[in-house]
C-alpha cells in the first residue's frame, strides 16, 4: 500500500517535472539590485515564456562567490569586482564582465523624528566607528545614536566602506543586517537609529540626510555631485550568450530602464 | 503540619501557573500566527506563482519545491537508513564497528542543521558541481534525516519482542525471512510514525537549504534535478529579511508561515494517529 | 537459491551501513579538513578566546569569541526561560492533572515540538521584537533577550515532553509509599517522584541544551546581528550558528573566510559530541537497573 502511493507520487513528481521544459536562467546576489532584478525578470518572462529565471538575494559578496565558484549564471553586484576576486576568478577560469544596469545613490537614513538634516563624511564615518555617540554631538536631540550597518556580503555596505569609513572598522556595536530593507524598516521603527540603504529602498518611513549639503536624486547622481553614487552591475562569466544576454539587453533597454525607475532607482542615461 | 499543607498548596499553585503561562505563549504565537495568516490564505493563494515583485500571487512555486525537496530527500534517506538499521540490529559485525555507527550517528543526530548546510554546500555545490540545485538541497536533507530514521527505526526493531524472531528461525526461516516477514512488519508502525515525522520535520528546515537549493523568486517549477526552487520555510525568511515591499509581504510570509505550519501539523498529527492506531490492534 | 537471496540481503544492508557510514564520516572529515588550515594563519588560542571577528577586512581578524559567548548566552537565557515552564508543566501533567487530560496534552506537546523554526522565527521579528522595543522602550527588540525568549518557547515542548515521560515511568509504588508515609502531594513530588526521574530529566535539560545552541533561523532573525559581548541583555548579540548562516553564501571555496566558518562549525562540533557524550552517560545506567 505504501509502496503504490510511493510509485505514484514518483511518476507525479517525474511528470511535472518533464512537462515544463525551459531554458533557465540564475541570478544571484545584491539585495539593493533584488527588486530590479525581480521587476524586470517577471517583465522580460512575460515577453518569453520560454525562459524561466530564476532569483535569490544574499548580497553582493554571495552573487560574486557564485559567479567564481561556477554556480551561477548572472551575479548581481551593487558594487564593482574586486581586484582580488577578479584574480580569484580567472584562477578558476573564470571571466568576470560587467554590465551596468542602473545608477544608485547610496542614501543616509535616519528616524523621521530626527532633526538631524545634514552631515559631513567625517562626521559620517565617526558615527559609524563609535566616535559620535550621541545625536546631541552633532546639534540633534540628545539620544544615544543605534547605528545600523549591513553585512560582510553586502555591496552596499562595500562601497560604503570605501567612500566613507576609508577601510576604517566599523563599531562593534553596530548591528548587521542582511538587507537594505531590514536596514530601513529597523530605522524607521527606533529614534536613535542611523542607516544607509540604496534609494529605491527610501520611503517616508525614513528621513534622508543631505551628505556634504548634497541630497541624494536623479541630477546629483547622474552628474556625480553625490558623494556616494554608484553603479549598479550584473556580471556574468564571459561575455553573455543566448537567453543571458537577452535578459541584459532587456534591463537596458528603455523599457527595462522605466522598471528601473518605477523601483526607485535611477536609469543609466 | 498546617504549614507543609500550604507549602503543598503552593506549589501546585506553581505548577499550574508554569503550565497556563507555557500555555499562554504557545496560544498567542498560534493565534499571531493564524490572525495575520488566515486573511491572507484563499485557494488562487496556493496554486499561483507570486506576481509583482511578489506583492500577490500566490505561493505555489513554494509549495512544489517543499514537496519535490522532501520527496527526494526522503528517497534517499528511508532506503539507506532502514537498510542500515537492520545490518545493525541482526548483521552486524564486529561489535567494535558497530559501536563506532553509533557514536557518529548519535553524534549527527545532535549536530546543528546549518553545518549541514555548510556542508552541503561545500559537496554538493561546489566540489561535486551539483549547483544550487534541487540535487543538492534534498541530498543534505537527506543526509540530515538519515540519523533520526535509523535510530528511530532502530529502536522500533527493539521494541518487536524477541520470541518472535525466535520463534522464527526456530521453524528453519533466515534471517531474512525472519526479517521481512515477521520483525519488520511487526516493527512498521513505528517505523512509519518516525519516518512521517522526519518528513515533517525535512520539510520544515530552512538553513540547510539556504545555500543548496532555495531561491527567492522563480515563475516555473523546476523542471529537472539541476533547478533551484522555491520552498516554503526559505520563502517566509527571505520576505522578512531581503523583501523590498514589506506592507504587502509581511501578511504574505505569515500566510506562508500558516501553510507551513498546517503542513507539519497534518503530517504529524497523521504520524500520531497512526502510531495509536497500531498500537490498540496490537496483540501483545 | 535461498543462499543467494540471503547473502544478497545481508550485502544491501552492509552496503547501505557503509553508505552512512562514509556520508556521515564525510561530513566530520570534511568539517576538520575545510576548519583547520585557519589555524596556520592564526593560533586556536587567538580563535577562540579574542573577540576580533572582521573576516573581510585587509589583514582580517578571526577573533570569534564574541561569536562562541553570544551561542553560550542565548542558550542560558533560553534555558533560564525553558526550564521552570516546561519543568512545571512536565509536572503538572505528570502528577496533578486529570488522565483525561494528560491524554489531550501529550499529543499537543508533541505537535508543538514540530513547528518548524522558522516559523518562530517570523514570530519573533515581525510580533514579538516591536513589541518588546516598545515595553522597554529600547532602541531595538532585535536582542538577546528576545532571542532568548522565543528560544525558550521553542524549547519547552523538547523538555517537557521527556520529562513528562521521565516522570510518569516512576513506579506508583514510590508515590503511594511516600502518601502513604504522610508526606503531602508537592513534597511527593519532590522528594520522591523527581529524585526516581533525576536522570530522564537531566536528559531532557541536555537535549534542550543541544537544540538550543545549535538553533540557527531563529537566531538568524531575532538575535540581532552585532558580533559583540553584550552589556546588558537588551543588547544585540550574534551566535555561531547564525554568523555561519549570514557569511556562508558570500565565502569562496578555499579562502580563509570560508575556513573560518567551517573552524567554527568544529567548535560547534565539539560542543555538540560532548554534550551528546554527557547525555549517554546519564541515561545509559538507567538500563542496568
Known amino acids: 500500500m505504501n509502496r503504490k502511493i510511493l510509485l505514484l507520487t514518483l511518476i507525479l513528481s517525474l511528470t511535472t517535472l518533464i512537462a515544463f521544459a525551459k531554458t533557465t536562467i540564475t541570478c544571484s546576489g545584491s539585495t539593493t539590485v533584488l527588486p530590479i532584478a525581480q521587476a524586470t525578470a517577471e517583465a522580460f518572462m512575460d515577453g518569453h515564456p520560454d ?9 553582493s559578496g554571495v552573487g560574486i562567490a557564485a559567479l567564481i565558484n561556477g ?24 571571466e568576470p564582465i560587467p554590465y551596468a544596469i542602473a545608477l544608485d545613490g547610496i542614501a543616509v537614513v535616519v528616524h523621521p523624528s530626527n532633526s538631524i538634516s545634514n552631515l559631513t563624511i567625517k562626521q559620517l564615518k565617526d558615527i559609524y566607528t563609535g566616535k559620535i555617540k550621541n545625536w546631541n554631538e552633532l546639534g540633534g536631540p540628545n539620544l544615544p545614536i543605534v547605528v545600523i550597518s549591513r553585512d560582510v556580503s553586502s555591496g552596499t555596505f562595500e562601497v560604503f566602506n570605501e567612500r566613507v569609513m576609508a577601510g576604517a572598522k566599523v563599531s562593534s556595536s553596530a548591528q548587521l543586517l542582511a538587507s537594505n530593507n531590514a536596514v530601513t524598516t529597523t530605522v524607521s521603527t527606533t529614534p536613535g537609529a542611523i542607516g544607509y540603504a540604496g534609494l529605491g529602498f527610501v520611503s517616508s518611513k525614513v528621513k534622508s540626510v543631505a551628505i556634504e549639503k548634497i541630497i541624494p536624486s536623479e ?29 541584459i539587453a532587456f534591463i537596458q533597454s528603455p523599457q527595462g530602464q522605466k522598471i528601473v525607475e518605477k523601483q526607485g532607482f535611477i536609469s543609466l542615461n | 503540619m498546617n504549614r507543609r499543607k500550604g507549602k503543598n498548596t503552593f506549589w501546585i499553585m506553581m505548577m499550574i501557573l508554569m503550565l497556563i503561562i507555557t500555555a499562554g505563549f504557545l496560544v498567542v504565537f498560534i493565534v499571531r500566527i493564524i490572525s495575520l495568516g488566515a486573511p491572507v490564505l484563499s485557494w488562487k493563494f496556493i496554486v499561483e506563482p507570486p506576481r509583482e515583485a511578489m506583492t500577490e500571487g500566490g505561493i505555489f512555486p513554494a509549495l512544489m519545491g517543499t514537496f519535490l525537496l522532501t520527496a527526494l530527500a526522503m528517497i534517499f534517506a528511508l532506503p539507506s537508513g532502514i537498510f542500515t538499521a537492520i545490518w545493525l540490529t541482526h548483521y552486524g559485525k564486529p561489535q567494535w564497528l558497530v559501536n563506532i555507527l553509533h557514536i557518529i550517528i548519535n553524534t549527527m543526530a545532535g549536530i546543528p542543521s546549518i553545518i549541514f548546510g555548510l556542508f552541503g554546500m561545500a559537496i554538493f555545490v561546489n566540489l561535486l558541481g551539483f549547483k544550487v540545485s534541487l540535487l543538492s538541497g534534498s541530498l543534505t536533507l537527506a543526509i540530515l534525516a538519515l540519523p533520526v530514521i535509523i535510530n528511530n527505526t532502530e529502536q522500533a526493531i527493539h521494541s518487536v519482542p524477541a520470541d518472535f524472531s525466535e520463534a522464527s528461525l526456530a521453524l528453519g526461516a533466515t534471517t531474512r525471512q525472519t526479517i521481512s516477514k515477521v520483525v519488520f512488519p511487526a516493527a512498521l508502525p513505528n517505523i512509519l510514525t518516525g519516518a512521517i515525522i522526519s518528513v515533517g520535520r ?30 516554503l520555510p526559505y520563502h517566509i525568511y527571505a520576505l522578512m529579511t531581503e523583501g523590498t515591499h514589506p506592507e504587502s509581504q509581511v501578511p504574505i510570509a505569515y500566510g506562508t508561515a500558516l501553510v507551513l505550519l498546517i503542513l507539519v501539523i497534518l503530517i504529524d498529527a497523521t504520524a500520531i494517529i497512526i502510531r495509536s492506531y497500531m498500537r490498540k490492534k496490537r496483540q501483545w | 537459491m535461498k543462499g543467494i537471496k540471503e547473502k544478497t540481503f545481508q550485502a544491501i544492508a552492509y552496503i547501505a551501513s557503509l553508505l552512512t557510514a562514509v556520508c556521515l564520516i564525510a561530513i566530520i572529515y570534511g568539517i576538520f579538513h575545510d576548519g583547520l588550515p585557519l589555524f596556520q594563519f592564526i593560533s586556536w588560542k587567538d580563535f577562540l578566546f579574542t573577540n576580533n571577528w572582521y573576516p573581510v577586512y585587509s589583514p582580517p581578524g578571526f577573533g570569534a569569541w564574541a561569536l562562541i559567548m553570544g551561542s553560550f548566552y542565548v542558550t542560558l537565557g533560553a534555558l533560564i526561560i525553558a526550564l521552570p515552564l516546561s519543568l512545571g508543566s512536565a509536572i503538572f501533567i505528570s502528577e496533578i492533572a486529570s488522565p483525561g487530560l494528560r491524554e489531550i496534552a501529550k499529543p499537543v506537546i508533541e505537535l508543538l515540538a514540530g513547528i518548524p523554526s522558522v516559523v518562530y522565527g517570523l514570530f519573533g521579528i515581525a510580533f514579538l521584537a516591536p513589541l518588546i522595543r516598545q515595553w522597554f522602550s529600547l532602541d531595538t527588540g532585535l536582542n538577546l533577550f528576545t532571542s532568548s525568549l522565543i528560544l525558550g518557547i521553542m524549547v519547552i515542548p523538547i523538555i517537557c515532553s521527556i520529562s513528562e515521560d521521565a516522570m510518569s515511568s516512576v513506579p506508583h509504588s514510590i508515590r503511594e509509599a511516600s502518601l502513604a508515609l504522610g508526606a503531602t502531594k508537592s513534597e511527593t513530588i519532590f522528594k520522591a517522584v523527581i529524585p526516581a526521574a533525576k536522570k530522564g530529566i537531566i536528559g531532557s535539560i541536555l537535549l534542550g541544551f543541544g537544540r538550543a545552541i545549535g538553533e540557527t533561523m531563529v537566531v538568524l532573525m531575532v538575535a540581532g546581528g552585532a558580533a559583540q559581548i553584550p552589556k ?11 554568523t555561519i548562516a549570514a557569511e556562508m553564501g558570500e565565502t569562496i571555496m578555499g579562502d580563509l573566510h570560508y575556513n573560518a566558518l567551517f573552524a567554527l562549525a568544529i567548535v560547534l562540533l565539539i560542543i555538540t559530541f560532548f554534550s551528546n557524550l554527557i547525555t549517554e552517560i546519564v541515561f545509559r545506567p538507567k538500563r542496568q537497573k
Open chain 3, 232 to 242: 546588558s541583555i537588551f543588547e544585540p548579540v550574534r551566535p555561531m550558528t547564525s
Open chain 2, 202 to 231: 525535512v520539510a520544515g528546515e530552512t538553513a540547510p537549504i539556504m545555500f543548496t537549493a532555495a531561491t527567492f523568486y522563480s515563475r516555473s517549477l523546476p523542471h529537472s534535478l539541476q533547478d533551484e526552487v522555491m520552498a
Open chain 1, 219 to 247: 541630477q546629483t547622481v547622474k552628474d556625480g555631485t553625490y558623494k556616494l553614487a554608484r553603479k549598479l552591475y550584473m556580471y556574468t562569466n564571459g561575455k553573455a550568450k543566448g537567453a543571458v544576454s537577452q535578459y
Open chain 1, 51 to 59: 525562459i524561466n529565471i530564476s532569483i535569490r538575494g544574499g548580497g
Open chain 1, 71 to 94: 554556480t551561477i549564471d548572472i551575479a548581481c553586484s551593487s558594487r564593482p569586482m574586486k581586484s582580488k576576486e577578479i584574480t580569484q576568478a580567472k584562477s578558476k577560469g573564470i
